[in-house]
């Protein structure tokens, strides 16, 4: 009656109040017609999980010392004097539809990525192709760069003109013999699981793939990406079409060996 908290009826053996007028609360119907719990003298308190504490300084100090005794390349991570950190990990594409990028463009040289070129804006053609499966791509990154940040950078190294929104950053892990991907936040740090995980790609890798949401968006696909779409999947059609016609093809002939050795035969 004091707090006007509501529920389904069927929860309402459930709820648990810390009333602030004990004994003014009492089991009735809300105006929407919900019922009020009633109040309770054993009251169970949430306990909020606790975030654990940022690292200090002297901690990421000892764990870079860690992670680059273990380094066997020249990929070392180094600390700067702000407590930020820069080091570099390795990002697997494995992107099975095609992407779009301008057509009949150069390659970026040196000087458009240190001018920050944007030769995707010099021309309004577009293509698509496939990405070479399981490329790898180094990045050089700081402790403060996101995994949309990561994202955005890749997209623009290969200068891809797709929406970022269609592509998530995974973490692949090694257990037991099992392999397990999970998504990454927008907001994740890679380079902090970097340095947690150590210098070994075999403990943590880092995946590019389609931003599977269970539902594709179609609308955030543009004309000539649908149109190879429909493409790719009339040449799949096909293809199973011809597999299941070889399949019974193979089945007609067997059965027709068969019969015509049975003919002579007793019974």
């Known amino acids: 009656a004091d707090c006007r908290y509501t529920c389904h009826q069927e929860c309402r053996s459930l709820i648990q109040l810390d009333c602030r007028r004990p004994g003014q609360c009492q089991s009735q119907l809300s105006p929407e017609g919900t019922l009020l719990p009633p109040c309770s003298q054993n009251v169970t308190q949430t306990v909020e999980e606790e975030k654990p504490e940022p690292p200090t300084i002297q901690e990421i100090k000892q764990k870079i010392e860690k992670y680059n005794a273990k380094v066997t390349n020249c990929l070392l991570m180094k600390l700067n004097d702000d407590g930020t950190y820069t080091g570099f990990i390795k990002v697997h594409l494995k992107l099975r539809r095609p992407v779009t990028v301008p057509a009949g463009i150069r390659p970026q040289s040196i000087y458009d990525a240190l001018k920050e070129v944007n030769l995707a804006d010099m021309t309004d053609k577009r293509t698509s192709f496939y ?83 269970g539902e594709v968006e179609w609308d955030a696909f543009s004309i000539p990406e649908l149109q190879n779409f429909l493409m790719i999947l009339d040449k799949e059609e096909k293809d199973k079409i011809q597999q299941v016609q070889r399949k019974y093809e193979k089945f007609k002939q067997r059965l027709q060996q068969t019969l015509k050795e049975a003919r002579g035969k007793p019974g």
């Not at 290969?158 to 927008?186: S, T």
Request: aromatic fraction near 6%; charge should be neutral; proline fraction near 6%.
């Open 131 to 213: 990405l070479p499966l399981d490329a790898i791509k180094q990045l050089h990154i700081s402790s403060t760069t996101t995994v949309s940040e990561v994202i955005q950078g890749l997209l623009k190294k290969f200068m891809v003109v797709d929406n970022p929104q269609k592509f998530a950053l995974f973490k692949e892990m090694r257990k037991d013999g099992q392999v397990l991907l999970q998504k990454l936040p927008l907001t994740e740090c890679p380079l902090y699981l970097r340095l947690l995980a150590g210098p070994d790609t075999d403990v943590l890798s880092f995946v590019l793939k389609e931003n599977e949401t």
